[in-house]
Nanobody
Framework: QVRLMESGGGLVQPGGSLRLSCAAS????????MGWYRQTPGQQRELVAA???????MYGHFVEGRFTLSRDSAKNTLYLQMTSLKPDDTAVYYC?????????WGQGTQVTVSS
């Protein structure tokens, strides 16, 4: 059974930083694609950043160099370092993992950017 545990969300002022973590457990491989998506009420879930094995990291168009995605394969953990946060970045952020057996989502972590 694959589980994804997200952490690191919270309230931050505009211009601030947060680091999200996603710890994966279960039958997974360092070759599995992983990423972060976000969703606001009434909107579709959108890509924030994703790592595909052997490919360049993909970022959502709104990232504009402010976020960095990284992965610690030894810990099966995915990180999203977010800087220069804006109120528009307020959303629930979800971790995502693709395996040969299926696609998995975390429970989500709330990020609120507000003064």
């Amino acid at each position: 059974q694959v589980r994804l545990m997200e952490s690191g969300g919270g309230l931050v002022q505009p211009g601030g930083s947060l680091r999200l973590s996603c710890a994966a457990s279960g039958s997974i491989s360092s070759r599995n694609n992983m990423g972060w998506y976000r969703q606001t009420p009434g909107q579709q879930r959108e890509l924030v950043a994703a790592l595909a094995y052997g490919r360049q990291t993909m970022y959502g168009h709104f990232v504009e160099g402010r976020f960095t995605l990284s992965r610690d394969s030894a810990k099966n953990t995915l990180y999203l370092q977010m800087t220069s946060l804006k109120p528009d970045d307020t959303a629930v952020y979800y971790c995502h993992l693709d395996t040969l057996r299926g696609s998995y989502w975390g429970q989500g972590t709330q990020v609120t950017v507000s003064s």
